[in-house]
């Protein structure tokens, strides 16, 4: 597998969410005094190897427990070894296929591909990997935390650089 593609703002060591402002996202958000729209999202942020579209969080739409976004996890890419601290993910494949590797030593997978519908339990060790060096894995991610990525960490994995 090849290693992470970065382009010149995905995110910097240790995984943190990089790209526009908090004042940014909301400027991007159509509020409807009710109904709040992100219309056309760009692709401009990342995190731990994964791009995401801009999507709706606390950030933008005032949420106080959902965040939801499209997320691309590039060719040959690997999302590090994480845990979701205390919230519920589901993801939703639109292409691609990708492998979770999984468990307290992350000696469980599951291999998904488009039209999947995965469900990750919080606190469980995961590690995501695109099983193409070709192909995109696009995904629309849902999280019962409106944070996004503040509550997520990272666990040991032999493909993480230094790990």
């Known amino acids: 597998m090849s290693g992470i593609e970065r382009s010149a703002d995905a995110e910097p060591a ?13 400027a991007r958000t159509e509020d409807g005094n009710g109904i709040l729209c992100v219309r056309n999202p760009e692709t401009h942020r990342g995190w731990n190897g994964i791009r995401y579209r801009t999507g709706m969080s606390a950030k933008n739409v ?3 427990k959902l965040s939801m976004n499209v997320a691309t996890v590039p ?9 979701h601290v205390d919230f519920e993910v589901m993801l939703f494949i639109l292409q691609g296929r990708v492998r979770h590797e ?13 039209g999947d519908f995965i469900f990750i339990e919080p606190g469980v060790p995961h ?26 960490v990272d666990v040991p ?7």
Do not use: C, Q
């Open 127 to 152: 590690e995501v990997i695109n099983l193409s060096d070709i192909d995109p894995v696009i995904a629309v991610v849902a999280r019962s935390d409106s944070t996004e990525w503040e509550n997520i």
């Open 102 to 114: 999984f468990g307290e030593n992350l000696e469980k997978s599951m291999d998904n591909e488009a």
């Open 62 to 64: 005032g949420s106080n």
């Open 157 to 163: 994995s032999k493909r993480r650089p230094g790990g």
């Open 14 to 26: 240790g995984g943190h969410a990089t790209g526009s402002s908090d004042d940014e996202l909301r």
């Open 75 to 83: 060719p040959g890419a690997v999302a590090y070894a994480h845990i």
